[in-house]
């Protein structure tokens, strides 16, 4: 029996030990496996509100501006119309119609304008074009604009020319009926006042049906 009391002794000596150093380990801490000093909680992230900002009073940064792009007036692929700074105008110019250079039926003649100043000035577009009798009234419908031909700014030194085609179908071939002009109305691009010139190419339609003239922008050179 003295054995036996003995034995019970220690094995509740041992259980109140153990029980002790359970209660110092979780005083320590308050977690079990944390050493001194660590904190085992996440780091707090910024928060962020609707916006994508911080929401805990520090500023929120301004957004890169995005470039856009400049539109311009003119439509794709044009260039904006000459300022009249530059621009020739009528008083400054010499109008003439180049020779018929014909081919394969139609008659080619070049509307020529020619910078009669003493400083340099440009020209931009098509020319108005107009027959016209003795007496300038009109005789035969104007000329239409061409399509498919990039129009261009035509620098003009002093003395320096521009010209525009101006071409239509032989009245013979086409059987429009015709009249012979006395002279043509050359407006430069832009102006308002034209330059009467001799006209000397035979008979055009006057029907505006068939063999109608038509005429090109302007491009450097006298069509020669």
Request: charged letters at 10%; aromatic letters at 4%.
């Amino acid at each position: 029996m003295t054995h036996r009391k003995v034995l019970l002794a220690a094995i509740a000596c041992c259980t109140a030990l153990a029980a002790a150093l359970t209660g110092c380990a979780s005083a320590d801490d308050g977690t079990a496996g944390s050493g001194p000093g660590t904190d085992n909680s996440a780091s707090p992230s910024p928060a962020t509100g609707s916006s994508g900002g911080p929401t805990d009073g520090s500023p929120t940064p301004s957004p890169t501006p995005t470039p856009t792009a400049s539109v311009g007036t003119g439509t794709a692929g044009s260039v904006p119309a000459v300022p009249a700074s530059t621009r020739c105008h009528s008083s400054e110019l010499r109008a003439s119609i180049g020779p018929d250079h014909p081919g394969a039926g139609q008659e080619n003649f070049a509307v020529v304008l020619t910078n009669g100043s003493h400083h340099t000035c440009t020209v931009y577009g098509f020319p108005g074009v107009a027959f016209v009798n003795g007496a300038g009234d009109a005789v035969a419908p104007d000329p239409v604009r061409s399509t498919g031909q990039e129009k261009v700014v035509v620098t003009l030194t002093p003395g320096a020319s521009a010209w525009s085609s101006l071409t239509f179908t032989n009245p013979a071939l086409s059987g429009a009926t015709t009249v012979t002009p006395a002279a043509v109305l050359v407006t430069p691009p832009d102006e308002t006042k034209s330059i009467t010139v001799r006209w000397t190419g035979g008979r055009v339609s006057n029907t505006g049906k068939a063999s109608v003239p038509q005429v090109s922008p302007f491009r450097p050179g006298n069509g020669g």
